[in-house]
């Protein structure tokens, strides 16, 4: 019978084990299985604060760099119509500049014109002039004597409408 009680199962024995197993059950699940796990939602909670943190820099990332590119496109846009408007300040101040020195010319020319022609009305009245004294002297010497003053008027009159008529005719 011996055979038997090697092979025989001992209650007490099983129940002990079983005993010894949910004891070792319980404190592997209280001293190991629970701060590890309050370990491990840590760092889960963790990562996600981190993912949220990297969401969020990566959103505010996204935000900033539209708002640099619409402030490069404003800055883009302000420079050209700055360099618009340069342009545009530089041809009216061309043209302005143009027209002063046309004017400028217009007012040289006309003024050399009048010059001119106050010189020409000069010399013909110096000529007149010059003209009337050798026809005086030279009718003094013909008549002999001295001419009064409406005779000597008289005599430059014709002469010169006589000498005009000649120049007009040689033209």
């Known amino acids: 019978m011996q055979t038997l009680e090697i092979i025989s199962i001992n209650f007490w024995n099983v129940l ?5 197993l ?24 963790t990562i996600d604060l981190q993912y949220e943190q990297a969401e969020t820099a990566k959103s505010e990332a996204l935000a900033m760099k539209e708002s640099w ?18 342009v545009k300040s530089a041809n009216v101040q061309s ?3 143009l ?4 004017e400028r010319a217009a007012r040289m020319i006309t003024r050399a014109q009048e010059e001119a022609a106050s010189e020409r009305r000069k010399a013909e009245q110096e000529i007149k002039d010059q003209i009337a004294d050798v026809s005086v002297a030279l009718a003094e010497k ?4 001295e ?3 409406d005779d000597h008027s008289e005599l430059i ?10 120049d007009e005719g040689d033209k």
Do not use: W
Not at 16 to 20: G, Y
Not at 69 to 86: H, P, S, V
Not at 99 to 102: A, F, G, L, N, S
């Open 16 to 20: 002990i084990s079983l005993c010894n």
């Open 22 to 45: 949910l004891l070792l059950f319980l404190m592997f699940k209280h001293f190991l299985y629970q701060p590890v796990k309050k370990m491990l939602a840590q760092r889960q909670a």
């Open 69 to 86: 590119e619409e402030k490069m496109t404003t800055a883009r846009t302000e420079a050209d119509g700055i360099l618009e408007n340069a």
């Open 95 to 97: 043209r302005e500049i």
């Open 99 to 102: 027209d002063q020195t046309r």
């Open 142 to 145: 013909m008549i002999g004597r």
């Open 147 to 149: 001419l009064n003053a």
């Open 157 to 166: 009159d014709s002469f010169i409408s006589e000498i005009g008529e000649d």
